[in-house]
């Protein structure tokens, strides 16, 4: 892992760029900007996270802390891919008959050695025996009584459907890096070498807090003015899916002190928070409460506002607390689409940094647009949409926009499955053009 040197708290370049210091006065970024900083400070995580011990049915999605290993080599014979006859090529390619000189099929252990002029019966998955360097095809080969050859028309080349023993890895050859994150392919990997358990990194932990006197409760009924507390739930699942633990504390009123109880909460409390998520209260209004508080608890900030949309308001930063290495914060706008928005570019990629993830970030992709798109120049935009990879007719993934009331238009967040970016320079979007998309 290229874990360079640890990342203080107010290092940053860009905190002081624009704003001279990080004082408490505006640091607006470009969208490139801000993504710029946010990977140099993932890229710049020293402390490895803490390890455990989980079983090969549990690595779903997990970070390897260890390499993986070879603990053997891979294949561990020679092994044929076809049902046929292995033999020796040039001797095959003479069109002269072989005499079958015994057979082999998977799960038996290597026969042979093959005599001079023979061949071999063999299935897929078997190991070829000694002597031979090739595997005819059962359907290039005419075959009378006990002997074999090659049709006329074919020919054969030494090693083929064959794979030598030891060509996809040597025994003792690292195959998985630490710092991977563990899937189906990754798992199956781990099987195959025997691991039954493997040593993971530990899990962060990231304090989820929601603020607003609006919100209530999932299960109760909102009354005149309020809302159900969605962000919640959502920012717990997307910290899951970004590898770390969440932990949804109480929602905090729009007050001064119950956003300093909450933060106390947090920087006293349970071991392991290693990033704090605050949702709502980072806009400029009367009851914007957010960045103060933080203030109030040592914050220093990275950035206070990003030209997009949705999600100008973005506050990135660290707090200082009882972990050696700081708590990293994101001040998420409320709205649900700015702060499924900004989680997805910006929280997902410090969360992958600090659960020892090598590769951790957005993910974007290209796809052609089936509308125009009228949007104004000056902020770098996402717009919630389908992307469509598999159009009728095959060809290739499209791309269309959701209709949406704006950022706090759960529904269309629901609907849409990526976002289309529009560029901080672009004055709109032309129909059919190739646009670049962030995945949800
Ligand atoms: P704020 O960022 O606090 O100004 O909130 C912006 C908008 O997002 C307001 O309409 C809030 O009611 C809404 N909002 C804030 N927090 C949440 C939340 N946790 N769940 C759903 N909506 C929220
Ligand atoms: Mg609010």
Same mark, same amino acid.
């Given at each position: 892992?290229?874990?360079?040197g640890?990342?203080?708290?107010?290092?940053?370049?860009?905190?002081?760029?624009?704003a001279?210091?990080?004082?408490?006065?505006?640091?607006?970024?470009?969208?490139?900007?801000?993504?710029?900083?946010?990977?140099?400070?993932?890229?710049?995580?020293?402390?490895?996270?803490?390890?455990?011990?989980?079983?090969?049915?549990?690595?779903?999605?997990?970070?390897?802390?260890?390499?993986?290993?070879?603990d053997?080599d891979?294949?561990?014979?020679?092994?044929?891919?076809?049902?046929?006859?292995?033999?020796?090529?040039?001797?095959?390619?003479?069109?002269?008959?072989?005499?079958?000189?015994?057979?082999?099929?998977?799960?038996?252990?290597?026969?042979?050695?093959?005599?001079?002029?023979a061949?071999?019966?063999?299935?897929?998955?078997?190991?070829?025996?000694k002597?031979?360097?090739?595997?005819?095809?059962?359907?290039?080969?005419?075959?009378?009584?006990e002997?074999?050859?090659?049709?006329?028309?074919?020919?054969?080349?030494?090693?083929?459907?064959?794979?030598?023993?030891?060509?996809?890895?040597?025994?003792?050859?690292?195959?998985?890096e630490?710092?991977?994150?563990?899937?189906?392919?990754?798992?199956?990997?781990?099987?195959?070498?025997?691991?039954?358990?493997?040593?993971?990194?530990? %899990? !962060?932990? $990231?304090?989820?807090?929601t603020?607003?006197d #609006?919100?209530?409760? &999932?299960d109760a009924?909102?009354? =005149? @003015?309020?809302?159900?507390?969605?962000?919640?739930?959502?920012?717990?699942?997307?910290?899951?899916?970004?590898g770390?633990?969440?932990?949804?504390l109480?929602?905090?009123?729009?007050?001064?002190?119950?956003?300093?109880?909450?933060?106390?909460?947090?920087?006293?409390?349970?071991?392991?928070?290693?990033?704090?998520?605050?949702?709502g209260?980072?806009?400029?209004?009367?009851?914007?409460?957010?960045?103060?508080?933080?203030k109030?608890?040592?914050?220093?900030f990275?950035?206070?506002?990003?030209?997009?949309?949705?999600? %100008? !308001?973005? $506050?990135?930063?660290?707090?200082?607390?009882? #972990?050696?290495?700081? &708590?990293?914060?994101?001040?998420? =706008? @409320?709205?649900?689409?700015?702060?499924?928005?900004t989680?997805?570019?910006?929280?997902?990629?410090v969360?992958?940094?600090?659960?020892?993830?090598?590769?951790?970030?957005?993910?974007?992709?290209?796809?052609?647009?089936?509308?125009?798109?009228?949007?104004?120049?000056?902020?770098?935009?996402?717009?919630?949409?389908?992307?469509?990879w598999?159009?009728?007719?095959?060809?290739?993934?499209?791309?269309?926009?959701?209709?949406?009331?704006?950022?706090?238009?759960?529904?269309?967040?629901?609907r849409?499955?990526?976002?289309?970016?529009?560029p901080?320079?672009?004055?709109?979007?032309?129909?059919?053009?190739?646009?670049?998309?962030?995945?949800?």
């Amino acid at each position: 892992m290229s874990k360079a040197g640890k990342s203080k708290a107010g290092k940053s370049n860009a905190g002081k760029s624009k704003a001279g210091k990080s004082t408490g006065k505006e640091v607006l970024l470009s969208f490139e900007e801000a993504a710029a900083l946010v990977a140099a400070w993932a890229a710049e995580q020293a402390a490895e996270p803490a390890t455990e011990r989980v079983e090969l049915t549990s690595l779903q999605a997990r970070v390897l802390a260890e390499p993986l290993k070879a603990d053997a080599d891979q294949p561990p014979f020679a092994r044929s891919t076809r049902d046929g006859y292995a033999c020796r090529a040039a001797q095959a390619n003479k069109g002269a008959w072989l005499k079958l000189a015994g057979s082999t099929h998977a799960g038996q252990s290597p026969g042979g050695p093959l005599p001079a002029g023979a061949a071999w019966e063999i299935m897929t998955g078997a190991a070829v025996p000694k002597g031979a360097d090739a595997v005819a095809m059962l359907e290039h080969v005419e075959r009378a009584g006990e002997r074999v050859r090659l049709e006329k028309s074919r020919g054969l080349e030494a090693g083929e459907n064959v794979v030598a023993r030891g060509a996809q890895a040597r025994a003792g050859a690292v195959l998985l890096e630490p710092g991977t994150a563990m899937g189906a392919a990754q798992i199956a990997l781990a099987a195959a070498c025997g691991m039954g358990t493997a040593q993971v990194y530990r %899990r !962060p932990r $990231v304090a989820i807090l929601t603020t607003g006197d #609006e919100l209530v409760a &999932v299960d109760a009924k909102p009354g =005149p @003015g309020q809302i159900r507390n969605s962000n919640a739930p959502m920012l717990a699942a997307m910290v899951r899916a970004a590898g770390g633990e969440p932990w949804v504390l109480p929602r905090a009123a729009d007050t001064a002190a119950a956003l300093d109880r909450a933060l106390e909460g947090v920087l006293a409390g349970p071991a392991g928070v290693r990033m704090l998520l605050v949702s709502g209260g980072v806009s400029a209004g009367k009851f914007d409460l957010v960045e103060p508080a933080l203030k109030r608890h040592g914050a220093k900030f990275h950035f206070t506002g990003v030209r997009m949309q949705p999600g %100008r !308001p973005l $506050v990135f930063g660290e707090l200082p607390s009882e #972990e050696p290495d700081g &708590v990293a914060f994101f001040g998420l =706008p @409320g709205n649900p689409v700015s702060s499924a928005v900004t989680f997805l570019l910006f929280g997902a990629t410090v969360l992958g940094a600090l659960a020892g993830r090598r590769e951790a970030g957005p993910r974007f992709a290209m796809a052609r647009l089936t509308e125009a798109v009228k949007t104004k120049p000056g902020l770098t935009r996402f717009l919630p949409a389908l992307w469509n990879w598999n159009p009728a007719g095959g060809g290739e993934p499209e791309v269309k926009p959701v209709h949406w009331h704006g950022s706090g238009d759960q529904a269309a967040l629901a609907r849409s499955n990526c976002f289309v970016v529009t560029p901080e320079t672009a004055d709109g979007l032309k129909a059919a053009a190739m646009v670049r998309i962030l995945l949800a």
